[in-house]
Nanobody
Framework: QVQLVESGGGLVQAGGSLRLSCAASGRTFSMNTMGWFRQAPGKEREFAAAITRIDSLTDYADSVKGRFTISRDNAKNTVYLQMNSLKPEDTAVYYC?????????????????WGQGTQVTVSS
């Protein structure tokens, strides 16, 4: 089992920044890829970013590319999502997820473990 706990969400004005954290515990060594997804009100959950454990390869959705940066600290079993130049359309609940896959899947069905989510609200 793997437990994921997100933190760092909140309310920010457009153009501002936030950093989300995802602390993992349990059988973390088996989780090769960690991802961030988000779900806005009335919309389906969508892929935002992900990073692999061994070689720290990253991938981003086009909507966040150039503004968000994902990183990980394997010693702390923590993944971060630095979000800059935030827009109102970034408002969503952000979820951390983990999968044993070595590649970066964009489908949420490929991820086995999920955090409880953290709310990010960007005001205009």
């Amino acid at each position: 089992q793997v437990q994921l706990v997100e933190s760092g969400g909140g309310l920010v004005q457009a153009g501002g920044s936030l950093r989300l954290s995802c602390a993992a515990s349990g059988r973390t060594f088996s989780m090769n890829t960690m991802g961030w997804f988000r779900q806005a009100p009335g919309k389906e959950r969508e892929f935002a970013a992900a990073i692999t454990r061994i070689d720290s390869l990253t991938d981003y959705a086009d909507s966040v590319k150039g503004r968000f940066t994902i990183s990980r600290d394997n010693a702390k079993n923590t993944v971060y999502l630095q979000m800059n130049s935030l827009k109102p359309e970034d408002t969503a609940v952000y979820y951390c997820a983990a999968t044993p896959r070595y590649t970066i899947p964009w489908s949420d069905r490929a991820y086995d473990y999920w955090g409880q989510g953290t709310q990010v609200t960007v005001s205009s």
